[in-house]
């Protein structure tokens, strides 16, 4: 069952290109996130789903309401909270939600109430009857979180919610956004960190230049672009090459070292090479910090589909295809 | 197409969806108004600096035009409520480009309400602090000593009459606030607009004595229609204002005329 569908979306401004007929679903009860670096238009989509931009081309339906057609229906459905916090600073965050409540119909008394609601639930208690001005930055996020459920949308647009906040914020955020998933909201987040994506997405669909290049689960995506990794750190680190060495010898293909980190790497088959490594290590009595064997995080499997080269990575390619050109 | 599912439960559509415009725009307006209540003072501010242009001009020119500071004040503090109708209309255009600005615009417009009434609630959302300004304004000139020589009733559609010419400029301010990139900017291009008209006008000395141009500019100019307007209300003599007050509602809709249309295209562009 699907909450939202983008067919052929398009859209471009003063002749440049933001979207490029874009296609997705998003099915009920889930979260679906957009990742995609700086300009590859997720701002436009949640812009166009939230019935804030027309679309040049395409369609798009939210909570079974086309968009363009039925905005009214569209915007009784969904609640949007926009890259920056849209609250207002000389109200206090109790007048902020009533002031949302009041515009969604309900009664003074009404509004009161699912304001209060709303305050103790974002925990915002000692600070309901201070104007939002004096928030700090987490505070303000979670009042404009909260005033996107004043009218308990079934659809939730999230654009980049957690740009800016410290890490304790942050990880808040992610607890709301999975409490609501759990009382059956659908949210649309968009977001440039992977980590994000990989903790709340059950679906993703990555966006580069305005076009879907991969759409997928984060383990589906990460499969995709590579199978597991075997990775050791020695305690010594004059030992790097010949412990490089073993794992190229393990591995079948080069094995790389970090020089910063000391980390030394290689494709790997399956987890035979893990026992077998070790086994090597302890042979040749070479002490080790960390071994592990790990899937493809979702930055190698982002940095692969945008075509942008992973910076840490960037020396070793080019040594490789210098390597490999001398071959030739 | 399983979008379209009837199971997908609908959203209840709040009743005050179509044709809410008044309800909405109230509503949204009463934000000014909680502003003002927790912070009274902001009347006081908007009311200082006309206050103190006021004292200024009394004393530097009091004797050179009137002979006497106070003879001075009964000319010009009718004036200056005139001149204030144009420049207290700067927070409606602040106002408006800080709310795109910050978004707050964009969570309005993604909620089932009127599409105006984020913006016309601008306008009358500062109404009540634009009266309580001026009223601010009168009493001080009581306290200094001008005289009223006319009824509570003149006095009561004097202030009305300053209000309207407000709420005209307002939609200048507006048109402003809605072009204009940056809030900071706002205030001064509303300033460069206003200021031939707060100036180039009878406000401080009479017109016959100002150059012929000037002159031609003054009579049609909506802050003179106001003064003379407001002078007739309250020091008189009260034949004629009649003409006079006709004239500022006529300049008043002619402000409407141009710039109602103009707020609303530079609306429907900046969103």
């Known amino acids: 069952m699907e909450t939202i569908r983008v067919e052929g979306l398009t859209k471009s401004y003063a002749g440049t290109a933001a979207l490029s007929a874009i296609d997705f679903a998003a099915r009920a009860g889930t979260v679906l996130g957009l990742l995609g670096p700086n300009g590859s238009g997720k701002t436009t989509t949640v812009r166009i789903l939230s019935t804030l931009l027309h679309p040049d081309e395409g369609r798009a339906w939210v909570s079974g309401h086309d968009v363009a057609a039925d905005p009214d229906r569209v915007r009784a459905a969904i609640g949007l909270t926009g890259q920056y916090a849209a609250v207002d600073d000389e109200l206090s965050g109790q007048q902020n939600l009533e002031l949302i409540g009041r515009l969604l119909g309900l009664s003074r008394a009404g509004a009161r109430e699912r304001a209060t609601e709303l305050i103790e639930r974002f925990q915002l208690e000692a600070a309901a009857r201070r104007m939002a001005k004096t928030y700090s930055g987490g505070m303000r996020r979670r009042l404009d979180v909260a005033a996107s459920l004043v009218g308990r949308p079934r659809v939730l647009f999230l654009d980049e919610p957690t740009t800016g906040l410290d890490p304790r914020s942050r990880s808040e955020v992610w607890a709301l956004v999975r409490e609501l998933v759990k009382d059956g909201v659908t949210v649309l987040l968009t977001t440039q960190y992977l980590e994000e994506a990989d903790q709340l997405a059950n679906d993703l669909v990555v966006l580069n230049q305005g076009r879907v290049v991969a759409t997928g689960t984060p383990t589906e995506l990460k499969a995709r672009v590579g199978g597991l990794t075997l990775e050791v750190r020695v305690l010594d680190r004059a030992r790097c090459t010949e412990v490089a060495g073993y794992l190229t010898a393990i591995s079948g293909s080069e094995a790389t070292v970090d020089q910063d980190t000391g980390l030394i790497g290689a494709p790997a088959g399956d987890a035979k090479s893990l026992r077998l490594l070790a086994q090597r290590l302890e042979d040749a009595d070479v002490p080790f910090v960390e071994l592990a064997l790990r899937q493809a995080t979702l930055d190698e499997v982002f940095f692969a589909l945008t075509g942008r080269v992973e910076p840490t990575a960037a020396p070793e390619a080019v040594a490789a295809g210098a390597v490999e050109g001398s071959h030739r | ?271």
Request: with cysteine; aromatic share 8%; net charge positive.
């Open chain 2, 1 to 271: 197409m399983s979008v379209t599912d009837p199971s997908v439960r609908p959203a209840p559509l709040t009743g005050a969806v179509r044709g809410g415009l008044l309800s909405h725009t109230l509503i949204l307006a009463g934000r000014n108004l909680t502003k003002l209540r927790s912070a009274p003072q902001l009347v006081v501010f908007s009311a200082l600096q006309p206050i103190i242009m006021m004292l200024l001009f009394m004393v530097l020119f009091g004797g050179a035009v009137s002979g006497s500071q106070s003879d001075y004040l009964q000319f010009l503090l009718p004036g200056m409520l005139a001149q204030n109708a144009a420049f207290m209309v700067t927070n409606v255009g602040q106002g408006i480009n800080s709310d795109i600005e910050k978004g707050i615009f964009d969570r309005f417009r993604s909620l089932p309400i009127a599409r105006s009434a984020p913006l016309v609630a601008h306008i009358i959302g500062d109404l009540p602090r634009q009266a309580a300004a001026t009223v601010v304004i009168l009493v001080f000139g009581f306290c200094v000593g001008f005289r009223t020589h006319t009824n509570p009733f003149s006095i009561l559609v004097a202030v009305l009459l300053v209000l309207l010419v407000s709420f005209a400029f307002s939609w200048i301010a507006l048109t402003i606030g809605l072009v204009a990139k940056k809030p900071e900017s706002v205030s001064m291009l509303v300033m460069m607009l206003l200021f031939p008209l707060a100036f180039g006008s009878n406000t401080l000395v009479g017109t016959s004595t100002l150059p012929g141009w000037l002159q031609a500019w003054s009579k049609i100019n909506p802050v003179s229609l106001l003064t003379d307007s407001i002078r007739g209300l309250l020091t008189g003599p009260t034949s004629g204002v009649g003409s006079h007050v006709l004239s500022t509602v006529l300049a008043c809709g002619v402000v409407f005329a141009v710039f109602v249309p103009l707020a609303i295209r530079a609306y429907g562009r900046r969103i």
